[in-house]
C-alpha cells in the first residue's frame, strides 16, 4: 500500500508564503498538486515528472514553484505572492506504475 502525506499548510497573509510538502512511500513516475475550495471542482495547480519536466496552472505561474527531492521520495510547492482565492485543501497525487495515489490534503488560508 503507497501512502501519500502532504504537510506544510495553514493561515498565511495575503501577499504571504508557504512550502507545502508531499511525501510518498515509494517513488513516484510523477507527482501533482491540485487544490479544491469550497464549492468548487478540483483543479491541477502544478505538476514534475520523474524527468524533472514541471508544468503549472496559468493562475500561479511566476508564483509557485514545484520541486521534488528524489532521495527523499518527496515534492514541494513552493508558494509565493499568496492571494485570497489561493485559499483551498491542497491535495497531493502520485502516480506509480498504472495507479495513481492521493493524499488526506492541507488546508491552505490566506486571509488578513
Known amino acids: 500500500q503507497v501512502q501519500v502525506v502532504e504537510s506544510g499548510g495553514g493561515l498565511v497573509q495575503p501577499g504571504g508564503s508557504l512550502r507545502l510538502s508531499c511525501a510518498a512511500s515509494r517513488s513516484a513516475f510523477s507527482w501533482d498538486w491540485y487544490r479544491q475550495a469550497p464549492g468548487k471542482q478540483r483543479e491541477l495547480v502544478a505538476g514534475i515528472t520523474s524527468g524533472g519536466r514541471t508544468y503549472y496552472a496559468d493562475f500561479v505561474k511566476g508564483r509557485f514553484t514545484i520541486s521534488r527531492d528524489n532521495a527523499k521520495n518527496t515534492v514541494y510547492l513552493q508558494m509565493n505572492s499568496l492571494k485570497s482565492e489561493d485559499t483551498a485543501v491542497y491535495y497531493c497525487?502520485?502516480?506509480?506504475?498504472?495507479?495513481?495515489?492521493w493524499g488526506q490534503g492541507t488546508q491552505v488560508t490566506v486571509s488578513s
Open positions: 497525487n502520485v502516480q506509480i506504475g498504472a495507479l495513481s495515489y
